[in-house]
């Protein structure tokens, strides 16, 4: 299975984004899937999850400014991100299961700069 992310690029402040990660296959139904996030010099850090029946989970960092969604008939998985701070500069990626073993989706650029 691939998973396609999408959606990243360059803005101010105090905007917003919206990410999507597409799968190439009707996994996001039944998985787990979660966004990540890796800024230059630091670790990778989980962002948002969301589960199958539903039920999101947000890091403290991004909680109230960042909403992951999900898309059945497109498998897709969204995450809308308002307010976005400087800090929230990263390699985005979305991640999910296929058969038992993880996958990662190609990262997408996320700059937030005046």
């Known amino acids: 299975v691939q998973l396609q992310a999408s959606g990243g690029g360059l803005v101010q402040p105090g905007g917003s984004l919206r990410l999507s990660c597409a799968a190439s296959?009707?996994?996001?139904?039944?998985?787990?899937v979660g966004w990540y996030r890796q800024a230059p010099g630091k670790q990778r850090e989980v962002v948002a999850r969301?589960?199958?029946?539903?039920?999101?989970s947000y890091a403290d960092a991004v909680k109230g400014r960042f909403t992951i969604s999900r898309d059945n008939a497109k498998n897709t998985v969204y995450l809308q991100m308002n307010s976005l701070k400087p800090e929230d500069t990263a390699v985005y990626y979305c991640?999910?299961?296929?058969?038992?073993?993880?996958?990662w989706g190609n990262g997408t650029q996320v700059t937030v700069s005046s």
């Open positions: 991640n999910s299961y296929y058969r038992g073993v993880p996958h």
């Open positions: 969301i589960t199958p029946g539903g039920g999101p």
């Open positions: 296959r009707s996994i996001f139904s039944t998985n787990l």
